[in-house]
């Protein structure tokens, strides 16, 4: 089992800016998942492998976005996963951009940050145990940062996440674009503070409604006439004059809408991938309220074409009401 | 007519629109004292009266006039009164309220269940909305009625910013403070005692900035609880120590007292004209957009 590479420029502005502080603020602990092509980080993904009943994360990276001149060699089929501490991986990456930085060089192309798995024996301990390390070789000096990571998981293991992985990918059949992250996650913070449970309901008309309530108080915001993606349906005109609860229950009962109940933790804490600032963000709601899945996009820089080559997404554990 | 008769009886007792939701929370939020806190309502024409009471020693209103809302559709019979949660209310009321964004919302009373209704109502395609359920009022165990003695009561002014780090320095002493006014040299002392003693005296004289106005005829000293002095300033908003305003005390009969503080309700910028009715719009300059806030604060009883 070999994996060395090196990291690009473009790539530790990504990890070290965005998608570590985003990662780490879903959840200290994930699954990092190599093959001959992705780079993956996973939270929850499986119960087998520490994963409960969280939210579930996955950021994926084309090799290409991250590293330069990968290499990458298993018998599970050039696929490496173990669990690793993200804090202590942005550290040890932050800890090689400032040393590269304060030997002179800049973060650009001379950049030599090389990441390889490798095992070594702790002074003390009667067996090697696997690290993450980072070989930064600056003008003056080299360093060096094992990050302490899990044993490589086994070969069935790694089957079972890919196929965890592979069922995550489902697609919800209707997806809305939300219409402003920055105020979405606002008003999350606050309805906090009203109430636990979080009822969210999508229509097919474009309407994304959220509402906590209690036997004292209802609150709720209600974004109208968003961007559609999947199965769409005009809204019946007699849907203006109602109140937002009362339109999602036409809409329901029409078929043209669901609703789920989603812990508000979750919530709060899947828009801390706010923090990996994408350009766009949908949300939907699986085939029989199975989970609420939320898509970020990431365009190419300059454009507003979306980048393949980076994905992420949470699907949130839908909490049984009995009313599923 | 039977129509139009219908209409009227379905009318809710107020209909109002808000453009400072900040404000109105930052007026909320200087009487929550404690986090699961009941409040009193009271509607009427000329505005609406939020009232909190601790212990049959401590009331606090919040007068918020109607011209402090854009618009004010007043269509109620007598005075409704009822009851809230003060912190359910604060908190929904901060729904709506969110950095670089000032929403117009909405205020109804009653809803079809009776309850208190906000919604936002500047967009055609995004609502916030909060439903409220309202109870029947308590009766007030004692009535807080305000008497002066004399013509001129005791009482003078502070700067809020001082008299917040004031009560909060005299928190360490004891559980009582005494309030004394003398004439002359003219001066206000905080005295507290307990763990330690504490003194912090405001001379007329010395400071005329932070002791802004000041009045008393002959030597007055009452005895107050600390726990209730520190109700009345802990949450002065962080917008009234800003505008450098000042709060006023004044001791009326038996030594009641009362704390009266300023908070700015108005938007600072009104960047855009709402098509509320001009004629209950009031006056729209953010300096007389003010929400007064008053503490009546009951004396400690002299032990014999």
Not at chain 2, 32 to 41: C, G, N, S, T
Not at chain 2, 80 to 109: A, C, K
Not at chain 2, 237 to 244: A, C, G, I, Q, R
Request: charge should be neutral.
């Amino acid at each position: 089992m070999k994996f060395k590479a090196l990291l690009t420029a473009d790539g530790v502005n990504l990890l070290d800016k965005r998608f570590l502080p985003a990662m780490d603020k879903v959840g200290r602990i994930c699954l990092m998942y190599l093959t001959k092509e992705h780079t993956m980080f996973l939270h929850n993904l499986s119960p087998s492998f520490g994963g409960g009943d969280g939210v579930q994360c996955i950021a994926q990276f084309r090799k290409d976005v991250i590293f330069t001149d990968y290499r990458i060699s298993s018998q599970n089929n050039d696929r490496i996963a173990f669990v690793i501490d993200i804090a202590l991986l942005h550290r040890a990456l932050r800890s090689a951009v400032s040393i590269l930085r304060s030997g002179g060089g800049g973060v650009g192309d001379e950049l030599h940050i090389q990441i390889k798995l490798v095992k070594k024996l702790p002074a003390g301990a009667a067996h090697a145990l696997p690290y993450l390390s980072f070989e930064t070789k600056g003008y003056k000096s080299a360093v060096i940062h094992d990050v302490p990571i899990s044993k490589p998981l086994s070969r069935p293991d790694v089957i079972e996440l890919q196929s965890a992985l592979d069922a995550s990918r489902d697609i919800p059949e209707t997806l809305v674009q939300v219409p402003d992250m920055i105020h979405l996650q606002n008003l999350v913070d606050k309805l906090r503070n009203v109430g636990e449970l979080l009822n969210v309901s999508i229509t097919q008309y474009g309407d994304l409604h959220l509402h906590v309530s209690t036997s004292l108080i209802t609150v709720g915001s209600e974004f109208r006439k968003l961007k559609v993606l999947g199965i769409r349906a005009d809204a019946p005109n007699a849907n203006q004059n109602l109140t937002p609860s009362s339109r999602i229950e036409t809409a329901i009962q029409r078929g043209a809408a669901q609703t789920v109940q989603v812990n508000m933790k979750h919530l709060a804490k899947s828009l801390n991938c706010h923090m990996s600032k994408p350009d766009a963000a949908f949300y939907g709601i699986a085939p029989m309220g199975a989970c609420l899945t939320m898509i970020f996009q990431f365009f190419i820089p300059g454009t507003r074409q979306m980048d393949n080559s980076i994905s992420l997404h949470c699907r949130l554990p839908v909490l049984d009401t009995g009313s599923a | 007519m039977a129509a139009m008769a219908a209409d009227d009886n379905d009318k809710p007792d107020l209909v109002c629109h808000l453009d400072s939701v900040q404000g109105m929370v930052d007026a909320l939020t200087s009487v929550r004292w404690k986090k699961h806190q009941d409040a009193v309502m009271e509607l009427s024409e000329h505005g609406i009266v939020l009232i909190v009471e601790e212990s049959g020693c401590l009331q606090a209103k919040v007068y918020l006039k109607r011209e402090l809302f854009v618009l004010y559709d007043y269509s109620a019979e007598g005075r409704p009164r009822f009851g809230v949660s003060l912190g359910l209310l604060v908190d929904s009321l901060n729904t709506f309220s969110s950095p670089g964004y000032t929403p117009v919302i909405e205020i109804q009373y009653p809803g079809p269940d009776m309850q208190l209704l906000l919604k936002s109502v500047d967009s055609p395609y995004a609502c916030t909305y909060a439903e409220i359920r309202t109870r029947i009022p308590d009766t007030i165990s004692w009535d807080y009625n305000f008497e002066t003695t004399g013509n001129v009561p005791p009482r003078f002014t502070l700067k809020s910013a001082l008299l917040k780090e004031a009560i909060d320095d005299l928190e360490w002493p004891g559980s009582s403070v005494e309030i004394i006014l003398k004439p002359d040299p003219p001066s206000v002392t905080f005295r507290s005692e307990g763990h330690g003693d504490l003194e912090i005296e405001f001379p007329y004289y010395g400071s005329t900035e932070l002791l802004i106005g000041f009045h008393c005829g002959h030597l007055v000293s009452h005895r107050y609880k600390y726990k209730f002095l520190g109700a009345a300033t802990k949450h002065i908003p962080s917008s009234v120590l800003k505008d450098n305003r000042g709060s006023k005390f004044t001791i009326g009969r038996g030594g009641m007292l009362k704390i009266q503080h300023l908070v700015s309700v108005g938007r600072i910028v009104r960047n855009q004209h709402f098509f509320g009715d001009p004629v209950t719009s009031g006056n729209q300059q953010p300096s007389s957009r003010i929400a007064y806030i008053e503490f009546y604060v009951k004396p400690e009883e002299e032990e014999d």
